[in-house]
């Protein structure tokens, strides 16, 4: 089974994007984490990541991590576990350009809940607000045709399922 054709299939679940979401998340704490650390010692910094240089450091990584994994394969390993894969609308992995617009549309899902705290809403109800956000942006891909979420509804890619091939 190729790409091609599993571009055509039934889109996966939201339940399973939302695990890999998750997943997702928890290895990224991983990664942000030793390279942040690399970064506050190489810097000397007292305080991780202040100012601009550190903020410009920790969108970088993440925008590494990803447009490398989705421009060659398609897939993360939080990807690969849930055997989701990212492509393009004709079944192909991204190219730069749209695996980078991805990545910088997806804040979508959590800008305007952490909108709040320039409000100052903070805490527990930042919480709630910022989960309420991701809740409802999940939700909205129920209305689009193929169930895919906006941001990869703008920038062209989608997200179907992988299977592993059998021998």
């Known amino acids: 089974m190729t790409a091609a054709l ?19 998340g928890v290895l990224l704490f991983g990664v942000l984490f030793f390279a942040c650390f690399i970064y506050v010692v190489a810097t000397r910094q007292k305080d991780a990541l202040f100012g601009l240089p550190g903020y410009v ?15 060659r394969s398609g897939q993360t390993l939080a990807l690969k576990t849930w055997h989701l894969r990212v492509v393009d609308r004709n079944g192909q992995p991204l190219g730069l350009g749209k695996a980078f617009a991805r990545y910088v549309l997806g804040w979508l899902w959590v800008l305007p809940g952490l909108s709040l705290w320039t409000l100052g809403v903070k805490g527990w109800w ?29 920038c062209g890619s989608r ?7 059998r021998p």
């Open 6 to 24: 599993d571009a055509s299939a039934t889109p996966p679940g939201l339940a399973r994007r939302f695990g890999a979401l998750i997943y997702e």
């Open 126 to 154: 930042l919480a709630a607000g910022l989960l309420g956000w991701m809740l409802v942006y999940g939700l909205l891909a129920r209305l689009h045709p193929q169930r895919q979420f906006l941001h990869d509804a703008i």
């Open 57 to 71: 450091f920790a969108f970088a990584v993440p925008a590494l991590y990803f447009v490398t994994f989705w421009t």
């Open 159 to 165: 997200v179907i399922t992988q299977l592993p091939q």
